[in-house]
């Protein structure tokens, strides 16, 4: 097996992040050696340390992996750190808590080897994986792992069943076309999403998670916290779950009001009236406000790398630019002025005494509707125009 003193020939790279692992970090890098080592890979192992206080340093020196120092915390930091730095054209990735077997490492390099750009490992029986007793936490094993490997099939269509397992291995030219962001634990579901989104070719090994070897501290992944970062990220790339879905329910229930409020209907013993326009009046602004937001997020998003291009939105900007929405706002205001003059004219009549609040307000609930979303509508053509401008 050849390191780095052949490093044009060097086709894996086995990286490792690294923070206090002393205990564990000699067996990984042993397992991965002799993994390279029997099935004649030439690879070299990078152990990218993000400032231990240990012994893990001298111990990956003692083993004879390169040792990279990343600075920027983070469990995403160091793997970018460490992938920076790597050589081959394949890279492997997997913690350094003798969880992952090192010695599975063949399985992945054969899958790259006949062309996917992302090989995933699998624990989960679902993907034909299987987990040693102690080796995952309950709530993990069957609440959030299920349940976001669920949600990245449905909503990003990627062909995984464990989301969240650490070892994986991927082509460093992939990597360098998705262009990851996230510093942090979110940094191994952002790659499984860009890769999805882009289309990237994705296979799934079936592998065995062991109980965590460590003895000096207790895992670095925290449930509640990392569960929630994980699903706010999930939020962020999918703004058709977090912003579209529920504002098309919000906007239709509100034109379902209108549709029974503005000509009077009984329906029953129900009456709908002006106070069943007040409401819908509600639900559409808070509707209207949740898709300009869904494309304020995308946007943001795609403008920033967390997402890769997508040519929905794109089309949709072709349509609806800064000028059209303009000339829509205008409309809108007019038409509300228009209904909200039609009331005070109504006031005029009764020489500005009292009203038939159930007649007048439906010229004054529609106009005010529509002359706030004109006004929403002016400001956030503007604000997305700003976001999406092109910039260095």
Known sequence: ?????????????????????????????????????????????????NGSTDLSRAVA??????????????????LMGGIAAASGRFVIIGDADDSYDFLEIPGFVEKLREGFDLVQGCRLPAGGGSIQPGAMPFLHRWVGNPFFSFLVRR???????????????????????????????????????KASLRGEKIAEVAITLHPDRRTSHAPHLKTFRDGWRTFRYFLMCSPRWLFLVPSGAFI?????????????????????????????????????????????????????????????????????????GLVVAGLAVLAGSALL??????????????????????????GATLVALGFQTVFSSFFVSILGMRRK
């Open 1 to 49: 097996m050849q390191f780095e003193q052949q490093t044009e020939a060097i086709e894996v790279s086995v990286v490792i992040p690294c923070l206090n692992e002393e205990n564990t970090l000699a067996s990984c890098i042993e397992k991965a050696r002799r993994a390279l080592r029997e099935h004649n890979i030439v690879g070299e192992i990078v152990v990218a340390d």
């Open 341 to 366: 003059l039609a009331a005070i004219w109504q006031w005029w009549l009764t020489g500005f005494g009292h009203l038939d609040y159930a007649y007048t307000m439906r010229f004054v609930v529609p």
């Open 61 to 78: 020196e003692r083993e004879g992996a390169r040792v990279v120092m990343v600075k920027e915390p983070g469990y995403g930091s160091a």
């Open 155 to 193: 909503w990003f269509h990627a062909p995984i069943n464990d989301v969240y397992c650490g070892l994986r291995g991927f082509t460093k030219a992939m990597y360098q076309r998705l262009d990851q962001r996230c510093t942090g634990m979110e940094f191994a579901t952002e790659m499984i999403i």
């Open 252 to 324: 239709t229930f509100g034109l379902l009001g209108y549709l029974v409020a503005m000509p009077g209907l009984s329906i029953g013993h129900s009456n709908f009236d002006a106070h069943t326009l007040l409401f819908s009046s509600l639900a559409i602004l808070c509707g209207c406000q949740w898709i300009l937001f869904a494309i304020f997020a995308k946007t943001f998003a795609i403008t920033e790398g967390f997402l890769p291009p997508d040519r929905q939105l794109e089309r949709f900007f072709e349509i609806v630019n800064l000028e059209r």
